[in-house]
Structures are given as C-alpha cells and as structure tokens.
C-alpha cells in the first residue's frame, strides 16, 4: 500500500493520501466557524446610503426616503428639479421630543419610525412610533401624539367570509335599499318592502354581495350553493396565558374538496325581470368573481376561473339577460391566474388590455370590449412582460417592468419600458446591466429608478419622462465598505445549460470569507421552487436568508433557478404542470456539475440541501427522488404530500386530483428516502398543514428509515426560528463535514 503526504504550508492544508482517501485537517465546523458566523450576521448588515423605497409628495415636485447610515436610520428629503436634497428632520431634534413623552425612551441611532405622510408647504411629517400616530412639525420642533393605531387582527387567509349576512345597500341617490332576507333579495322603499327573488334557500342562497347599477334601475348580485369548507385543527401546548393546551381552528380546503357553486343574476327592477346566466356556460367552477357594472348601466362583467386552471373567461351579460363571451384564455397545462393575471379596462370597457402566455411568453393584448375580439398584441417577443406600471388612456401607452430582452444579461433582470397601445413605439428606457425597480411620480413626469444586482450595490437615479428619458441626479450610490472590510465578497453568478441542452440555468455561488480555493467544501443547496416566482435574488442582498453565516461554517452555498419556476417561458413553467416532485432537480444537478468542473474546491461527492415549505418539499424529495446525487437533508414546514395543502397553490400548478399527486408525494415514495433526513415542523402552522410532516414521519418510521425530527411547540409557518437555525448548522456540519458541533449547553 503506498503512502504519500505532502504539506501546503500557505494553505495550511494537509493531504493525505492512504489508500486513496483523501482527509482534509482545516478548520471547518468548529467553534471559531461558528462565531465567525455570528460576527457575519451583525457585519454583513452595514450597507449604508441605500434607501428601501421612495415616497413622492402629492404635486410630486419632492420626494423622501429612509437610509441606513452608521449613525443610524436617517430621513432624507430631494427635489427634483435642482436636485437638492437634505435631511427631512434632524434626528436628535425628534428624539428629544419623543424623550419628553412619559415612558418613551429611544436613541438617535436607533430611530424605529415609520413615517406616514410628508407636507412640504406645512412642514409635516405624520409618522406611526410605538402604537400612536403622530405630528411633527419639522421647522419648531413641535410634537403632537394622536390617536392610537387600531391594531384589529389580522384576518387569516383562508377564513371563508360570510356572505349570507350584511347590511343594506343603498341605491346610488339613496332613494332604495337592497338587503337578502331568509336567504332572498329585497327592496325597501320608504317604508314599503317588496320581495324580488323567491327561490332563495339555506341549500341555494342569494349573497349579500349586492351591486346596484350606476343608474338606480338595476341590482347585480349571486346566488350560491355552498359547499362544507374543510377545517384545520392545531393543537398548542404551551400556550403563553395559560397552563393547557389549546385547540386553534382554522377554514382550510385542500386539493378535490368542493367548492361553492355561483350564478350571476342581474335583477332589472324597471321590467320586474331577473335574469340568471347559464350554469352550462361556467361549469366546474373554481371561482366566479369580479361583477362589475358598466358605467352605461346596461351590462356587467365578471370573470369565471374553471377547476383545473385551464380555462378562464371574461362575460358580460346585459340588462335584458343576453351574454357574451369577451375573453376565452385556454391551455393543455395551467393557466397563471394567481402570478400572471392583468386586466384593466378603458372607457368604460370599450377596450380591454389582457394578459396571456398563448404565444409562449407572458405578454399583453388590446381587445374590443364589446364583441371580444382581439385588436392586436401589445407586446410581442421572447421576452416576458413581469408587471405593469401605468396605463395612460390619453397618451395610449404602457408602462411596465419587463425581462429576457437582451441575450447577453441575466434573463431575469427587470427594466423599465415603454410602448404604445397599437404595439409601436416599444422603448426600453433603462441600459444598465443590473435588476431594476422603479417609483413614479404621481404625474408621471419623473421616475426613480434603482439598478443592482448580487454582484454590484445599488445605485437610485432621477430621471425626467417625456418624449425623451433623460437622467437628471443621481439620488444615492450604496456604501459598501463596511462589509467589505468585515471579509464579504460578492457572490459569483454562473449560469448554464440545463437538461434540454439550450436553455441558460441561472444561480449563485457563496464562498466562505477566508475562502480557500486548494480546499475541499461540501455543497450545500438552498432551495425554493415554487412555481409561482423565481427565486435566486437579483437585487443586492448580502447574506440573503443567512447564506453567507452557513457558508462561515465551511461550506459552499448554492441557490438556483430550475425549470419548472416561473418568469422565463411558458415551457420553461410547464415543466412543473402535474410534477412538483421535478423542482428542477435534473437541471440543478447539471449546474452543480458544471460548476465544479471549473471549480475543484467544490466537492459534489458530499451534497446538501435544505428549504422551508415548497422548499421543504423539495429538500426532502431530493433524498427520496435524486439521493444518487444529494446526501444530506433538512426540510422544514414541507408540503409532502399535495393533497395535504392549501387548494389553491396546489391546484394552480398540479390541477385537479389524480394519480399524479400520488406519484409527486414524499410520504407515499417513503420507501425511496436514502441519505441524512432532518425534519422540522411548528405545531401551529396554518399555512401548511402540519400533518403533512407528520404523516411523512410516520411513513419513514413504517419503512423503519432513520432519520430526525423537530416540532417546534408554538411556532408557526417557519424554518424553525433560531433553535432551528442552530439545528440545521449543526445537521449540516455534523453529516456533510464529520466534525461534531460545539457543545452549546
């Protein structure tokens, strides 16, 4: 057997070779990696001179904004036309009035304020500060505490609203009021009743979601058949106000549960007639939504979402009962009404401006709005339309963010454009190599627009918007020395082929700060792959979701954007239609692959990953479906089975139930589970049900698979909060590194 040993003094690396295992002596994992990642927590923080947004003054001539400064959160003010700017307020002057309040007592550098509104001409800056609105007059120093901010709880998402009781609604000259009564619509005039529908019931009722037509002489509204919405149950056992537990109830319908049928009624009181829209017409509903009256008072409009996603529709039915079908959008896979979905009408719907991927990219279009004919397409290339930002009907023209214009760029990266209504004059009004977000003006003639990216700190210019885009100031240039000093270097942004062979697969790679490349780092994974948005962020964010301190520990840390996710083309998306369980992970593996080719320092023979909901999902698919390739695991708060989640994320991308969730689940493919698994869970999570972790359990404990687990008593939707951040650290460390982690008690 041969032996070989040789010593790396400046990279204080010692190879060696026995046999053909390799050991690798340097510091990874240990206490000192830990505290490192601390110090990065606090250090890589210090980005200065970067505001988050912009707020403009109501003539629009000045806008203000909040930056980070090593003194502290500072509030600045700048105009326009000379590009002037200077401080809002002094912060000592408003702390030394906000001291002077009985029981306040706050720092200059630590000013936790948010301001409401700003008044030039009154020098006043409303702001909300510890539950109370306030008033500061900026030039004397004066300070009014106000009204104590209602703090009502929060609705939760998925409560079901009660559309069987509400008040009356009165007619536009408030001469009537309309109100459902044992289940009927009704009309009062003065003190005379008249019941206009009949055939309302428990079973089949008329909702009290009432429209009365601009006009007075007409009433939209639905009539329903409820279906039983599924509950939620959590039980917490350790409730802060008292000793037993409690049991929380949540509405909650998941994947083939019923849903309520709805039909559009319009009630014509000058003809004594109710019409009712034709069930055959809008069967299978997922959703029946958005009745609108026309301003003329002879139609409304609403839109009909099918079960499946796979079809959906704009109608309008008149006062008379006829219909039409204006918008008609189908797909063999899904239709992204819940990310991609715009609809805006002009002059009083004489036209409708209308989104769609039917060309193969999210793109818009003009259609007649009486007869639903297409006029023509808005925009038009491989290329995809991410948000609009302001339709000018006088101008006829859009404002929007778009992507994946120019072959050489992040394909990704949003700028501003420009386009007329009749698909000419298309502008892309922004050069700059970097993402983009943009503030407008309240009359438009001026924008804001900040550009970075991972790699390059933002920077916020002023631009006039006419005719021409001319810059005028530039606003703040980010101050990244701080981080700098403290050892943070940019993340690399690689990008290649993924399975099709042509399309580009975009991620990043974060190193270590005392990064070395003649050494060896596992791999870790951070993933997210919901359909719904990409996920590798393009803006500048160090540190992002804490990378950079799991990186400190001795790893390399990777974040990647596979099919299946959204804002590049439609195939790109479809890849995910009716198989969640793909995330991406044929095109993940190659880029790791590709990457490590050119980058030794990258061990993919040692792979993690981890994610936190569809990210859990994905992390523990990754040892059930992809273990020749990730061997370490930790999934928190993952949907394991989609039939165990929320009906609408789940529908929207795997449609209506089949074998094909079955095929997609963890918990069924248990058996498949090689690799290092942690599981981690809170109890009171009412985003993803937490049996799904549960039951995944129970299969892994029914296969006899070793594996580890945490429910976190009280916690939420999360990736486990500090403890569990401690747990993941050590996880990782212990099973990808082989160092045992610091003993913490």
Same mark, same amino acid.
């Given at each position: 057997?041969?032996?070989?040993?040789?010593?790396?003094?400046?990279?204080?690396?010692?190879?060696?070779?026995?046999?053909?295992?390799?050991?690798?002596?340097?510091?990874?994992?240990?206490?000192?990696?830990?505290?490192?990642?601390?110090?990065?927590?606090?250090?890589?923080?210090?980005?200065?001179?970067?505001?988050?947004?912009?707020?403009?003054?109501?003539?629009?001539?000045?806008?203000?904004?909040?930056?980070?400064?090593?003194?502290?959160?500072?509030?600045?003010?700048?105009?326009?036309?000379?590009?002037?700017?200077?401080?809002?307020?002094?912060?000592?002057?408003?702390?030394?009035?906000?001291?002077?309040?009985?029981?306040?007592?706050?720092?200059?550098?630590?000013?936790?304020?948010?301001?409401?509104?700003?008044?030039?001409?009154?020098?006043?800056?409303?702001?909300?500060?510890?539950?109370?609105?306030?008033?500061?007059?900026?030039?004397?120093?004066?300070?009014?505490?106000?009204?104590?901010?209602?703090?009502?709880?929060?609705?939760?998402?998925?409560?079901?609203?009660?559309?069987?009781?509400?008040?009356?609604?009165?007619?536009?000259?408030?001469?009537?009021?309309?109100?459902?009564?044992?289940?009927?619509?009704?009309?009062?005039?003065?003190?005379?009743?008249?019941?206009?529908?009949?055939?309302?019931?428990?079973?089949?009722?008329?909702?009290?979601?009432?429209?009365?037509?601009?006009?007075?002489?007409?009433?939209?509204?639905?009539?329903?058949?409820?279906?039983?919405?599924?509950?939620?149950?959590?039980?917490?056992?350790?409730?802060?106000?008292?000793?037993?537990?409690?049991?929380?109830?949540?509405?909650?319908?998941?994947?083939?549960?019923?849903?309520?049928?709805?039909?559009?009624?319009?009630?014509?009181?000058?003809?004594?007639?109710?019409?009712?829209?034709?069930?055959?017409?809008?069967?299978?509903?997922?959703?029946?939504?958005?009745?609108?009256?026309?301003?003329?008072?002879?139609?409304?409009?609403?839109?009909?979402?099918?079960?499946?996603?796979?079809?959906?529709?704009?109608?309008?039915?008149?006062?008379?009962?006829?219909?039409?079908?204006?918008?008609?959008?189908?797909?063999?896979?899904?239709?992204?009404?819940?990310?991609?979905?715009?609809?805006?009408?002009?002059?009083?719907?004489?036209?409708?401006?209308?989104?769609?991927?039917?060309?193969?990219?999210?793109?818009?279009?003009?259609?007649?709005?009486?007869?639903?004919?297409?006029?023509?397409?808005?925009?038009?290339?491989?290329?995809?339309?991410?948000?609009?930002?302001?339709?000018?009907?006088?101008?006829?023209?859009?404002?929007?963010?778009?992507?994946?214009?120019?072959?050489?760029?992040?394909?990704?990266?949003?700028?501003?454009?420009?386009?007329?209504?009749?698909?000419?004059?298309?502008?892309?009004?922004?050069?700059?190599?970097?993402?983009?977000?943009?503030?407008?003006?309240?009359?438009?003639?001026?924008?804001?627009?900040?550009?970075?990216?991972?790699?390059?700190?933002?920077? =916020?210019?002023?631009?006039?918007?006419?005719?021409?885009?001319?810059?005028?100031?530039?606003?703040?240039?980010?101050?990244?020395?701080?981080?700098?000093?403290?050892?943070?270097?940019?993340?690399?942004?690689?990008?290649?082929?993924?399975?099709?062979?042509?399309?580009?697969?975009?991620?990043?790679?974060?190193?270590?700060?005392?990064?070395?490349?003649?050494?060896?780092?596992?791999?870790?994974?951070?993933?997210?792959?919901?359909?719904?948005?990409?996920?590798?962020?393009?803006?500048?964010?160090?540190?992002?979701?804490?990378?950079?301190?799991?990186?400190?520990?001795?790893?390399?840390?990777?974040?990647?954007?596979?099919?299946?996710? =959204?804002?590049?083309?439609?195939?790109?998306? +479809?890849?995910?239609?009716?198989?969640?369980?793909? #995330?991406?992970?044929?095109?993940?593996?190659?880029?790791?692959?590709?990457?490590?080719?050119?980058?030794?320092?990258?061990?993919?023979?040692?792979?993690?990953?981890?994610?936190?909901? #569809?990210?859990?999902?994905?992390?523990?698919?990754?040892?059930?479906?992809?273990?020749?390739?990730?061997?370490?695991?930790?999934?928190?708060?993952?949907?394991?089975?989609?039939?165990? +989640?929320?009906?609408?994320?789940?529908?929207?991308?795997?449609?209506?139930?089949?074998?094909?969730?079955?095929?997609?689940?963890?918990?069924?493919?248990?058996?498949?589970?090689?690799?290092?698994?942690?599981?981690?869970?809170?109890?009171?999570?009412?985003?993803? +049900?937490?049996?799904?972790?549960?039951?995944?359990?129970?299969?892994?404990?029914?296969?006899?698979?070793?594996?580890?687990?945490?429910?976190?008593?009280?916690?939420?939707?999360?990736?486990?909060?500090?403890?569990?951040?401690?747990?993941?650290? +050590?996880?990782?460390?212990?099973?990808?590194?082989?160092?045992?982690?610091?003993?913490?008690?």
């Amino acid at each position: 057997m041969s032996l070989f040993c040789r010593n790396l003094v400046k990279s204080s690396m010692i190879l060696c070779l026995v046999g053909g295992f390799v050991w690798n002596a340097f510091s990874q994992g240990l206490k000192e990696d830990y505290l490192r990642a601390e110090q990065v927590k606090e250090s890589f923080s210090k980005v200065y001179n970067s505001p988050s947004s912009f707020s403009w003054t109501k003539e629009g001539g000045f806008f203000w904004y909040s930056k980070a400064t090593p003194l502290g959160n500072e509030f600045w003010k700048f105009e326009v036309n000379t590009g002037n700017k200077s401080r809002l307020f002094e912060n000592k002057v408003l702390v030394s009035a906000l001291n002077s309040f009985e029981g306040i007592e706050v720092k200059e550098d630590n000013l936790g304020i948010s301001i409401v509104e700003y008044d030039i001409d009154e020098n006043l800056v409303k702001f909300r500060f510890e539950g109370y609105e306030w008033d500061f007059i900026t030039d004397t120093g004066e300070l009014l505490k106000k009204e104590k901010i209602n703090n009502a709880t929060r609705r939760y998402w998925g409560q079901s609203t009660d559309d069987k009781d509400g008040d009356p609604v009165l007619s536009p000259d408030k001469s009537l009021s309309a109100y459902i009564k044992d289940h009927n619509l009704y009309l009062k005039d003065g003190e005379e009743e008249k019941q206009l529908t009949f055939d309302g019931s428990p079973g089949e009722y008329y909702a009290v979601d009432i429209k009365w037509s601009p006009d007075g002489k007409k009433i939209a509204l639905t009539k329903i058949r409820p279906a039983e919405v599924r509950k939620l149950y959590l039980l917490e056992s350790t409730p802060k106000e008292q000793l037993q537990p409690k049991l929380h109830e949540r509405d909650y319908r998941k994947p083939g549960d019923a849903l309520p049928i709805k039909i559009p009624v319009i009630v014509n009181l000058e003809m004594d007639k109710v019409h009712f829209f034709p069930l055959e017409l809008i069967p299978d509903q997922y959703s029946v939504h958005r009745l609108e009256w026309r301003e003329n008072s002879q139609s409304i409009t609403f839109e009909y979402n099918q079960r499946g996603h796979q079809e959906y529709a704009v109608y309008s039915m008149y006062s008379d009962g006829s219909i039409k079908n204006l918008i008609k959008e189908e797909s063999p896979t899904f239709i992204d009404y819940s990310g991609k979905y715009y609809r805006k009408d002009l002059n009083n719907g004489s036209e409708i401006i209308w989104s769609s991927e039917r060309d193969g990219f999210r793109h818009l279009y003009l259609y007649e709005g009486k007869e639903g004919r297409v006029i023509n397409q808005i925009t038009k290339g491989e290329w995809v339309v991410r948000e609009v930002l302001e339709v000018n009907e006088e101008t006829r023209s859009v404002l929007f963010l778009a992507s994946g214009m120019n072959s050489q760029e992040d394909p990704y990266h949003t700028h501003f454009c420009r386009i007329n209504l009749d698909g000419s004059g298309f502008e892309v009004l922004t050069k700059e190599d970097a993402n983009y977000s943009i503030s407008l003006s309240p009359d438009r003639s001026h924008f804001i627009a900040t550009y970075s990216r991972q790699d390059r700190p933002p920077v =916020s210019k002023v631009y006039s918007l006419g005719k021409k885009v001319n810059e005028l100031h530039t606003v703040e240039t980010a101050d990244i020395s701080a981080i700098e000093e403290a050892g943070w270097t940019a993340p690399e942004i690689f990008h290649t082929t993924g399975r099709d062979g042509s399309t580009d697969i975009w991620g990043l790679i974060i190193k270590p700060s005392n990064f070395d490349p003649l050494k060896k780092y596992p791999v870790i994974e951070y993933i997210y792959a919901g359909p719904h948005s990409s996920h590798v962020p393009k803006f500048f964010r160090p540190n992002y979701y804490g990378l950079n301190e799991l990186a400190e520990l001795g790893f390399i840390v990777v974040q990647i954007d596979g099919m299946g996710t =959204s804002n590049r083309s439609k195939a790109f998306h +479809d890849v995910c239609y009716q198989d969640l369980k793909d #995330a991406g992970f044929p095109d993940r593996k190659i880029w790791i692959t590709e990457a490590a080719k050119s980058r030794p320092y990258m061990d993919i023979d040692r792979v993690g990953i981890f994610g936190t909901s #569809a990210g859990g999902q994905n992390a523990a698919g990754a040892l059930v479906f992809h273990n020749d390739f990730y061997k370490v695991a930790v999934a928190s708060c993952g949907c394991h089975d989609n039939r165990m +989640d929320k009906i609408w994320w789940n529908e929207q991308w795997m449609g209506k139930i089949g074998p094909h969730y079955e095929a997609c689940s963890n918990t069924v493919n248990a058996d498949l589970l090689e690799g290092k698994l942690l599981l981690i869970v809170g109890e009171l999570d009412d985003n993803v +049900d937490p049996a799904s972790t549960y039951q995944f359990a129970d299969a892994l404990i029914e296969e006899m698979k070793d594996f580890e687990f945490i429910m976190v008593p009280g916690m939420g939707h999360s990736s486990g909060g500090s403890y569990g951040e401690r747990k993941r650290r +050590d996880f990782f460390v212990r099973n990808l590194l082989g160092s045992e982690p610091p003993a913490w008690n």
